[in-house]
């Protein structure tokens, strides 16, 4: 009996080492996250130029120009100008001044002219004109001299 149990013990093993194994497969899940974001260039500044009536100076007039900003975005932000708070005038200029920055976009999306802020809902790179007008209202004008205003362009 003893016997019989090693070689049926053998057969067994002899059968076994013959066998493969039996395969197995196991999939690994990867997960990622693009959150919406969005980066600002500047490229170049803008300049201002004063209207022959002397009651605007702005990037529109005659041989201004409009600053530029590349843009590149995940999508899913939203991009606007602030209101301007930072300025600086000459001393003879004591009246009021109205500012209003605007901008463009062409590349990946196109944004016509706006001091709103536009949707941008897929991804891509832009470049991104930025103007600014300051006006004078009534018999006001504008004094001579170097003026200065800074536009915050925001995506968010």
């Known amino acids: 009996m003893a016997l ?45 130029t004063v209207s022959p009536d002397l009651q605007s100076l702005s990037s529109h007039n005659s041989g201004g120009s409009a600053g530029t ?19 600086t005038a000459p001393s003879a200029d004591s009246t009021s001044t109205t500012w209003t920055p605007t901008y463009s976009a062409a590349g990946a999306h196109s944004i016509v002219e706006t001091g709103s802020a536009t949707s941008i809902s ?6 991104v004109s930025v103007h600014l007008a300051g006006t004078k209202g009534g018999s006001n004008r504008f ?11 925001r995506c968010e």
Do not use: E, K
Not at 143 to 153: C, E, K, M
């Open 4 to 48: 019989f149990r090693a070689a049926f013990g053998a057969a067994l093993l002899v059968a076994s080492i013959d066998q493969t194994a039996l395969a197995t497969t196991q999939n690994v899940i990867f997960n990622g996250t693009v959150a919406p974001t969005c980066t600002l260039v500047v490229a170049t500044t803008g300049t201002m």
């Open 69 to 87: 900003v590349t843009l590149t975005t995940t999508g899913g932000v939203s991009l606007s100008v602030d209101p301007v708070t930072t300025t």
């Open 122 to 127: 897929t991804p891509g790179a832009d470049l």
């Open 143 to 153: 004094a001579n001299g170097n003026y200065q205003a800074t536009v915050t362009l």
